[in-house]
Antibody, heavy 117, light 107 residues
Framework: EVQLVESGGSLVQPGGSLKLSCVASGFTFSNYWMDWVRQTPGKSLEWIGEINTDGSKTNYAPSIKDRFTISRDNAKSTLYLQMSNVKSDDTAIYYC??????????WGQGVMVTVSS | DIQMTQSPHSLSASLGETVSIECLASEGISNYLAWYQQKPGKSPQLLIYYASSLQDGVPSRFSGSGSGTQYSLKISNMQPEDEGVYYCQQGYKYPWTFGGGTKLELK
């Protein structure tokens, strides 16, 4: 069974940093591109970015570029999202997703990040 | 960015009714269109990919169609478990973008 489990969410002050993790199981992690998507409370979904299978290539949404970094450790089947210089607009539930046919076919349960002083 | 406009914003359907949700892209997306269902407190679940391909395990009463800039999701024979919010998403051009969502309720 495919499982994606995010962790690392918390309350963080504006301008601060936070690193989210997503541990994958039930499939060969190194064979799949992985994405991060966020959802603000009561609102729609926003694609953050993605990473290729070996971690050599990433793509990011303009809204977070240069502040967020996606990485992965295939030996640990773990995806990461390093968030820096966070803003109140970054308050959201963050999901990791497995990508197949340019689509997120499995999603984690999500982790809450709150940016507030 | 490609804008994805969903309609209607919300709708209610009776048991057994057929409903359709529309998604309009601001430019052609060559069928790189997915549909997701999200229930309260849960993560989105993939229903349809590449505009009309049914994800494994999804009931056949869900179907997708469309081309170019216009796409639709049809739910035949509405069931109580179909209540939720439905989102479309384009995977044609970065940044990938989602529609604003359509809330479906059982009448």
């Amino acid at each position: 069974e495919v499982q994606l489990v995010e962790s690392g969410g918390s309350l963080v002050q504006p301008g601060g940093s936070l690193k989210l993790s997503c541990v994958a199981s039930g499939f060969t992690f190194s064979n799949y591109w992985m994405d991060w998507v966020r959802q603000t409370p009561g609102k729609s979904l926003e694609w953050i970015g993605e990473i290729n299978t070996d971690g050599s290539k990433t793509n990011y949404a303009p809204s977070i570029k240069d502040r967020f970094t996606i990485s992965r450790d295939n030996a640990k089947s773990t995806l990461y999202l390093q968030m820096s210089n966070v803003k109140s607009d970054d308050t959201a539930i963050y999901y990791c997703t497995r990508i197949r046919v340019l689509t997120g076919d499995y999603w984690g349960q999500g982790v809450m990040v709150t940016v507030s002083s | 960015d490609i804008q994805m406009t969903q309609s209607p914003h919300s709708l209610s359907a009776s048991l057994g009714e057929t409903v359709s949700i529309e998604c309009l892209a601001s430019e052609g997306i060559s069928n790189y269109l997915a549909w997701y269902q999200q229930k309260p407190g849960k993560s989105p679940q993939l229903l349809i990919y590449y505009a009309s391909s049914l994800q494994d395990g999804v009931p056949s009463r869900f179907s997708g169609s469309g081309s170019g800039t216009q796409y639709s999701l049809k739910i035949s024979n509405m069931q109580p478990e179909d209540e939720g919010v439905y989102y479309c998403q384009q995977g044609y051009k970065y940044p990938w973008t989602f529609g604003g969502g359509t809330k479906l309720e059982l009448k």
